[in-house]
């Protein structure tokens, strides 16, 4: 009892002052969206400001780093996600260890990814569209928000599923992607509904479809890829994690905050907007997860042959 007060008590006072949430991407992608409307959540339930930080570049993996070398104390996270998966499977020099160095602390949402086109496109579904990339082969420039990310994933599967040769235009980030695509430099991209939904809205982008399974409440009239390409289907996820070490009552006291707000019909409700589905776990549940995530990516970048 005596050995376990003072981790009660750091539980007990946690946080006293601001926390610094790293997202290892560029502003205005689906990480980002995810990271700032969940840190609200977490300033007004834990009473200390919640600041997101964007450490974009290295595919995610300059910020993970940040947070691996941070103090295992609960003031800096990581908002982590489906790229820190694929990275797993695609760098073998990395100077840590994503399994081992990142503590899981909860699971957030889980989206499907949107493929979307300049209307400039002369494709209005799927099919047409690999129609149009059959006559064109490697004319038609695919963008991603960095190699070997889940976009870019998502981008290999459908020109191996589909039979169609696209040239993969790399950014620094889905929000620069997003730019390249409104302005012509690029005409298709695979991004979070949630970073495109407003573009696609207000016609400045058009969806073809969904990476998911299933149709998406927020835009059911756009049908799944995989109703065109049979078998296709990839998603993302986000999650919270912490340097290894950091104290069990802390992450669970974050788990417990997160998984409160992902309850909360006004956060729900806003998730629902993005296309979202809320992933309430507990740290062992989501650290189970993310090993299956790795395990499942790791196939896919080794059917495609995709190296960095």
Known sequence: MLAGAPRFALAQQYPTRPVHWIVAAAPAGGNDIFARLMGEWLSEKLGQPFIVENRPGGSNNIGTEVVVRAPPDGYTLLLTSSNNASNAALYHNLSFDFMRDIAPVAGIARTTLVMVTNPSVPATTVAEFIAY????????????????????????????????NLL???????GPALVGLLGGEI?????????????IKNGKLRGLGVTSAMRSQTMPELPSIGETVPGYELSTWYGMGAPSGTPGPIIDKLNAAINAGLADPKVKGRFAELGDVPMPMTPAEFGKFTANEIAKLTKVVQFAGIKV
Do not use: C, D, R, W
């Open 133 to 164: 990339a059959k006559a064109n082969p490697g004319k038609v420039n695919m963008g991603s928000a960095g190699t070997g990310g889940i976009g870019h994933l998502a981008g290999e599967l459908f020109k191996m599923t589909a039979g169609v």
């Open 168 to 174: 993969h235009v790399p950014y620094h980030g889905n």
């Open 187 to 199: 005409q298709v991209l695979f991004p979070s509904l949630a970073s495109s939904v407003a573009f």
